[in-house]
């Protein structure tokens, strides 16, 4: 099975103590209180499950560059319907599939959704023919050794401020998955070859980042005023795109507000929105240095950056050893 062709999971369990969700009945008055958890209380199996289903959305989601992804968990007689981002996970009640209708009607409206709906993340298309061969002949350096065997790329579009019909395009190497659960900020860098401008390869991080306000500070905004100001040691960055449709937004935080959600929950759900930033550097791998006079000058620049107490000190050392 090729993990970026699967569009979502169903498992099966045959008894409903593996199910790790628990919903209690609703409350009797308006006044009572909400319920205090949505995990089963029961250790074990049901705990098993819930990483079982989490590493199957992070694999969904990571292989393909997902924006979330659907799940579906059949237990016994009845189905839970799932939807993973990176803030957290959405699930039904049971669905008693041989009575009620919204199971399969779950599927039949999967099946007419748009791509942008099912997760599908619209910045994320296959290279072109001529695409392949430069992606072939300038990344292959960069693909890990399972990746190098299938010479598989992806092309990312960025919106372009000076044209947006005509966004940027940069090839990267088709990701790995990371053994890690679909939740947080989810950095991934790959190194990239820029197609508009012919730069070769460029360095480009992604991120989920969590949003406190329309007006907080965007990590490609901080790169460029420290490029503007001539700041050493700082990548000079290219482009960034920080991007406002609903696609590229978790939606998890928005039953945050809802009076059956605990309180300690509304504290523990951030909203995040997708940014990446583009910066035409290429770092070099340690085993790749061929002198000891480019470790120093390494070792000099990260000293540099970092402003350590008595670096002044340190770096006068380091340049009359160069």
Sequence with gaps: MVPRLV???IEFKSQTSYDPFHIPPAPVEDDDPPPAHFLSRLRGKPMDVLGQLGMYAAVNMDSQYRTHSFLVLIIGDYARLMRWDRCGIVFTEPIYYDTQPEFLEFFEAY???????????SIISDPKDNEKSIGSQVLSSSVSPVDNNAQTF????LRNEADHASPHRYIIPSPSIPPSLPVGRCTRTSVAYDLQNDRGRVYMKSLWRIVSSDNDIKEGKVYQALNKANVKNIPNCVAFCDFEDKYHQTQTHGFVGEPWLPQEYSYSIPYRRFHCIILDTEGQRLQDFTTSK????????????????????????LTCVL
Excluded: K, N, Y
């Design 294 to 317: 480019m470790m120093v000058r390494a070792i000099r620049a990260a000293i540099i950056g970092m402003c350590l107490p008595g670096c002044d000190l340190i770096c006068q050392t």
């Design 154 to 157: 992806l092309v990312v579009s």
């Design 111 to 121: 099946d007419r959704a748009s791509l942008d709906v099912r997760g599908h993340d």
């Design 7 to 9: 569009e979502f999971f």
